[in-house]
């Protein structure tokens, strides 16, 4: 939480840490403090923790120590044109993701009272609306922004000196152009680390972006099929539900390869989601069910509109849903950015090689 004072630009603010008149009002908290001045841009100040701020009976001045002790002191006369503003660090996390995804902004202002976001195509966006702190990091969203090549800078200021930073490109990417745009918007996409595998079925060139092109035949319907996924992939699977009945139910599942013993099996994160290659928490209550961290045995099971069935996931009729598959050690923290890994024997027991297994469908 933060506490804030709101001052009048007419106010004194002393930058001293020290307040001279005897009978002044102190504030003291444990809590993210600031100073908020009124004017125009609602400038914020922010200030030491446990900051003891001074507020004078008499003059009605305030004092407190910024957090940054380069800041403009505010003293009587000072116009800040001598003060020292920079901004260094400027970076991003990535400058290559999928549309809907996150990029982390780093950067470490120094004697600014505020910043702001700038960039080409950025218009409108948070990261252009929003003010930001004088210390990164702060959040660039791209969901709104079309797949194509962007700039991201910054620009802090004290009073009538400022500083910018050299820009940074960076490109959106549509990853799958059939995700929906509602995923888009939420920032369910695939993780931006990975890239879909579409031809997973064994020593075939075979297009698997469908449930017809995988199994041979419409949801939920399939035929056995020996799979493998190579490394820093994912697969993505769509199918639709069709007209199926309610408590309609069957199951997908996965078992140690065996063809030919040329490729391992491992642990591997499966998902039944409306968005292609999203591996994330869905938020449903169903969700439990419809996102597994499996072994090389393991299956999931699904249901037609029956949320209270248990144990199985919960599906709309008529309604497009993907199939995901990742092979990972573990549930991810971040959906964005999945760690791909083999956990079979051998030499393909890593980060690299392919992982596979055999699929069966029962209906």
């Known amino acids: 939480m933060e506490r804030q004072i709101f001052a009048s630009p007419a106010r004194r603010l002393l930058a001293s840490g020290i307040c001279a008149a005897a009978l002044s009002l102190g504030i003291q908290s444990a809590l993210a403090q600031s100073i908020i001045l009124q004017n125009s841009e609602n400038t914020e100040i922010l200030l030491q923790s446990d900051s003891n701020i001074q507020i004078s009976p008499i003059t009605g001045n305030i004092t407190a120590t910024p957090a940054d ?49 700038t960039g080409a195509g950025l218009a409108g966006t948070t990261w252009v609306t929003q003010s930001k702190n004088f210390v990164g990091p702060g959040t660039l969203a791209t969901g709104s922004l079309d797949p194509g090549d962007y700039t991201v800078g910054l620009e802090c200021s004290n009073g009538p000196v400022s500083d910018s930073a050299v820009p940074v490109a960076f490109t959106v990417l549509n990853a799958n152009p059939d995700t929906p745009q509602s995923c888009i918007d939420a920032g369910r996409v695939p993780p931006g680390n990975l890239v879909q595998d579409t031809a997973i079925i064994f020593n075939s060139s075979t297009q698997t972006t469908s449930w017809a092109g995988t199994f041979g035949v419409l949801f939920p319907n399939g035929n056995n099929r020996n799979t493998e996924i190579n490394a ?132």
């Open 69 to 117: 002790p380069a800041a403009c002191t505010g003293t009587t006369g000072a116009t800040c044109d001598d003060v020292d503003v920079q901004i260094n660090g400027f970076g991003i996390s990535a400058t290559s993701v999928n549309q809907g995804q996150n990029i982390t902004v780093n950067w470490q202002g120094r004697g600014a009272w505020q910043c702001n976001g």
């Open 232 to 363: 820093g992939s994912y697969a993505s699977i769509a199918f639709n539900t069709g007209s199926l009945a309610s408590g309609t139910e069957g199951i997908v599942a996965f078992n140690a390869p065996q063809f030919n013993g040329q490729i391992n099996g491992g642990s591997k994160l499966v998902t039944i989601s409306e968005c292609p290659g999203y591996f994330g928490d869905e938020g449903t209550t169903s969700d439990l069910e419809c996102r597994q961290l499996l072994q090389p045995n393991g299956n999931v099971r699904w249901i037609i509109n029956n949320p209270t069935a248990g144990f199985r996931c919960n599906l709309q009729p008529d309604t497009d849903y993907w199939l995901n598959i990742v092979y990972t050690e573990s549930m991810p923290a971040d959906s964005t950015n999945v760690p791909w890994f083999c956990t079979g024997a051998g030499d393909e027991g890593s980060a690299t090689g392919r992982c596979g297994s055999t699929i069966d469908i029962f209906f």
